[in-house]
């Protein structure tokens, strides 16, 4: 079997797929091409959370750029996509973190980002269910979830619309000039090949600087209106996006089902999909410092997966600096559904020759140029 295309994309989760949409309209002929099922991987393991970070610059610029091209989509995506503009409060704990609180606004508001700061009183009006004596919180009106599974099929039919191919149950083995091997010998051929498989990235390209994060989540019955808004604790970059231990936090989140998802974990250097009923204890015990009513709460559901993450936390975005036919796509550890747009447009502008509507410098794979990049 012999099959030309104009690009082969590797990996039909959220990523390859909102790029497979955004190339093919284009006009580009696109296969993409998924050794399991579609958004098998982290994409069905992550909590759908669009949400603008501040951690640095470049986040905040990807960040925000993807969310507002999830605004415009949203009016195209049927409703099991399960869109909707909930908002994110930052829970604040105590007194200590009122200096947070007021420094995220400033940031937020210093690039045109609606922010609301809560007292105890709004606070506790917003979220009844949190436990009394919150000092209050930031609302971040605009953030939004979506159910991501829906979202990534969604994506690859109108990709498939303008003439993109799928195939599934196809892994690829070997990443070659002139596109692809799959694991039966079958030859793709591509002019431009995309790595966009998240953690399985580096299976295919043994130097990409990226390690796995495995991370833990727990999803209720349905109780009708027990949370409104995506409730994320003050502290959360400090204590789950810490790159040394083991760590949890408050994390918890609305679905349309009315159901309540429940975070969130972060593991290094641990390849065992199982649950770690350790960790899941502790994720709980969090959970229930800030909303103790969750204890009346039945559990239907836990789950694990992994998360591709870099050393500097952004994903890596744009042509690969030693070899001129393969652009990546990767490493956007827990950010991956929010950027999924941007990271798309980004790549179509530099595959086009055009320049993208943010600097997007910062995501190219030549920022690591000093080390070594190879093909395996």
């Given at each position: 079997?012999?099959?030309?295309?104009?690009?082969?994309?590797?990996?039909?989760?959220?990523?390859?797929?909102?790029?497979?949409?955004?190339?093919?309209?284009?006009?580009?002929?696109?296969?993409?091409?998924?050794?399991?099922?579609?958004?098998?991987?982290?994409?069905?393991?992550?909590?759908?959370?669009?949400?603008?970070?501040?951690?640095?610059?470049?986040?905040?610029?990807?960040?925000?750029?993807?969310?507002?091209?999830?605004?415009?989509?949203?009016?195209?995506?049927?409703?099991?996509?399960?869109?909707?503009?909930?908002?994110?409060?930052?829970?604040?704990?105590?007194?200590?973190?009122?200096?947070?609180?007021?420094?995220?606004?400033?940031?937020?508001e210093k690039r045109n980002v609606k922010t609301e700061i809560l007292d105890e009183k709004s606070l506790r009006e917003a979220e009844p269910n949190l436990r009394e004596n919150l000092i209050g919180g930031l609302l971040v009106p605009n953030d939004s979830v979506v159910y991501q599974l829906c979202a990534t099929q969604f994506f690859l039919d109108k990709a498939m619309q303008?003439?993109?191919?799928?195939?599934?149950?196809?892994?690829?083995?070997?990443?070659?000039e002139n596109g692809v091997r799959l694991e039966n010998g079958d030859l793709i051929k591509a002019n431009k090949i995309i790595n966009a498989a998240g953690f399985w990235s580096k299976d295919l390209m043994q130097d990409l600087r990226i390690v796995k994060r495995k991370g833990h989540l727990?999803?209720?019955?349905?109780?009708?209106?027990?949370?409104?808004?995506?409730?994320?604790?003050?502290?959360?970059?400090?204590?789950a996006h810490s790159n040394d231990a083991d760590s949890v936090a408050f994390n918890v989140q609305p679905r349309m089902t009315e159901q309540v998802l429940i975070g969130s974990s972060r593991q290094f250097?641990?390849?065992?999909?199982?649950?770690?009923y350790e960790i899941a204890k502790r994720m709980i015990k969090r959970a229930l410092e800030y909303?103790?009513?969750?204890?009346?709460?039945?559990?239907?559901?836990?789950?694990?997966?992994?998360?591709?993450?870099?050393?500097?936390?952004?994903?890596?975005?744009?042509?690969?600096?030693?070899?001129?036919?393969?652009?990546?796509?990767?490493g956007h550890e827990g950010l991956g559904i929010t950027t999924?747009?941007?990271?798309?447009?980004?790549?179509?502008?530099?595959?086009i020759g055009r320049d993208s509507e943010i600097d997007s410098k910062v995501y190219s794979p030549s920022r690591f140029e000093k080390k070594e990049f190879a093909r395996e």
């Open positions: 079997m012999l099959m030309t295309f104009d690009i082969a994309i590797i990996g039909a989760g959220i990523i390859g797929s909102a790029c497979a949409m955004r190339l093919s309209k284009e006009g580009f002929k696109v296969v993409v091409i998924e050794a399991n099922e579609i958004a098998g991987g982290t994409t069905s393991t992550g909590m759908g959370h669009i949400v603008v970070m501040d951690d640095s610059e470049a986040q905040f610029a990807l960040t925000n750029y993807s969310q507002k091209l999830w605004e415009k989509l949203a009016e195209e995506m049927p409703r099991d996509c399960e869109y909707e503009t909930c908002g994110t409060i930052w829970v604040e704990a105590d007194d200590e973190e009122m200096a947070e609180v007021r420094r995220k606004k400033d940031f937020y303008n003439g993109a191919k799928l195939l599934t149950g196809k892994r690829v083995v070997e990443i070659l727990v999803i209720t019955e349905r109780y009708p209106n027990f949370v409104k808004h995506q409730l994320v604790e003050l502290g959360y970059l400090k204590s250097g641990v390849d065992d999909k199982t649950i770690d909303m103790p009513k969750l204890r009346k709460l039945s559990a239907t559901r836990v789950w694990t997966g992994f998360r591709p993450a870099t050393p500097d936390n952004l994903p890596y975005i744009g042509q690969h600096p030693k070899l001129e036919n393969v652009y990546l796509a990767t999924s747009l941007g990271t798309a447009e980004i790549l179509t502008d530099e595959i």
